[in-house]
């Protein structure tokens, strides 16, 4: 059976730089805040008008796909992993079909937030051992400028998010030992409020908070927001930072140690990890918790900020770019966030 290889590897981030200093003017927060919880130094936001999920995705994309050696009409199958898409639907893996003038090909949104990436690197994998599909296109974007709570409000979740994208051609191999390894994937919805956008949703407290009424006297309720909604920040993104935080440094290690068991490999023999780029200070921890030296760990949050699914193929790429994975190298992927959602992927490059 063939295993799948990342035959090409593209990210964009746009020209946009926001400083921690730019963020003061909104809100109450210092660079020395960020900078000491989080490790940011700056992020990037798209153009509010001319950049969306999905052109940064293309621009990715582009280099992806030129890098494999294919072209867009050789994909024979999308996987699109955000949770900021242009569309409440349908996705954006449609819409990169179209803007690319790829064939009729299947094409697949993944909502698993800051795991999605490695979410939608597996499910690919599955369709290239299998023999189904040749080059799959897996994407990970987010434009969060768009719905952040710039007040002092709302300043822990929206000084760490950025915009970007990345995106990766898989392949099939039949080298020996090469390829994805394995995939790890987990969740526990016991803590799916913890980070969460709440509204608009179909949930039964949007019914009860609008008291808009019953499907009886309301046939024609709307997904909408109410004042109420609106004055209790449902329409941004909450998190329980301290509760996230606490729950992915037990859950990181524990999905990267089940990879490397899997495979009767151990920590040491990490060439590079790639960790979900949540906070600098959970990259750290990890690192310290698995004994790796910085050399076997990549972060570039201090650039890019949180880029949910976009950051581990943005820190990928810019990882391979810089010459830091090489043919051979044993490369981790993982992941932790929202549901809460964890994951982990273990591949030889
Ligand atoms: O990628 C998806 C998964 N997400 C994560 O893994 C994120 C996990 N959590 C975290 O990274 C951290 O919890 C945060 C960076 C979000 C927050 O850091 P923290 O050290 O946990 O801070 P905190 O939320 O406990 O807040 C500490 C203080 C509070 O003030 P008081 O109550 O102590 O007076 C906050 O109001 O820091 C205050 N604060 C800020 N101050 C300046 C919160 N945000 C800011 C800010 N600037 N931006």
């Not at 897996?138 to 300043?155: A, M, N, P, Q």
């Not at 908070?209 to 909604?229: I, L, W």
């Not at 030296?293 to 570039?300: A, E, G, I, L, P």
């Not at 990928?316 to 964890?342: I, P």
């Amino acid at each position: 059976m063939p295993t799948s290889k990342i035959a090409g590897i593209g990210m964009y981030v746009p020209q946009n730089k926001v400083t921690n200093e730019d963020l003061k003017q909104f809100m109450d927060t210092s660079d020395e805040w960020i900078q000491e919880r989080t490790g940011i130094r700056e992020r990037r936001y798209a153009h509010r008008t001319n950049e969306t999920t999905t052109t940064m995705a293309v621009e990715a994309a582009t280099i992806a796909i030129d890098r494999a050696g294919i072209t867009p009409t050789d994909i024979d199958f999308i996987i699109f992993a955000t949770l900021s898409p242009d569309y409440y639907f349908p996705g954006c893996g449609v819409l990169v079909q179209r803007a690319m003038q790829m064939r009729e090909i299947g094409a697949l949104d993944i909502r698993n937030q800051c795991s999605g990436f490695v979410y939608a690197l597996s499910v690919a994998d599955q369709f290239i051992k299998t023999g189904m599909y040749k080059n799959i296109l897996v994407i990970g974007s987010e434009k969060h400028s768009f719905g952040l709570d710039f007040s002092t409000r709302g300043r822990n979740v929206s000084v760490i998010f950025g915009d970007g994208a990345g995106a990766v051609v898989l392949q099939a191999t039949e080298k020996p030992g090469q390829g994805i390894l394995s995939t790890h994937l987990h969740s526990d919805g016991q803590s799916a409020e913890l980070l969460a956008m709440y509204n608009p949703g179909t949930h039964a407290n949007h019914w009860v908070t609008n008291a808009v009424a019953t499907y009886d006297d309301a046939p024609a309720g709307g997904m909408f927001m109410s004042k109420e909604m609106i004055d209790k920040a449902e329409n941004f993104p909450f998190m329980d930072g301290p509760a996230v935080f606490k729950k992915a440094i037990v859950k990181f290690p524990e999905v990267i140690q089940e990879a490397l068991a899997k495979n009767n490999l151990a920590a040491t023999d990490i060439d590079l990890l790639i960790p979900h780029q949540a906070n600098l200070r959970i990259s750290q921890f990890v690192q310290q918790k698995l004994g790796l030296r910085d050399d076997q760990v990549f972060n570039n949050i201090q650039q890019y900020g949180n880029t949910t699914a976009a950051s581990i193929p943005i820190a990928l790429c810019e990882a391979w770019e810089k010459g830091k994975v090489n043919e051979g190298d044993l490369v981790c992927l993982a992941a932790f966030g929202s549901g809460f959602t964890w994951a982990s992927a273990l591949m030889r490059w």
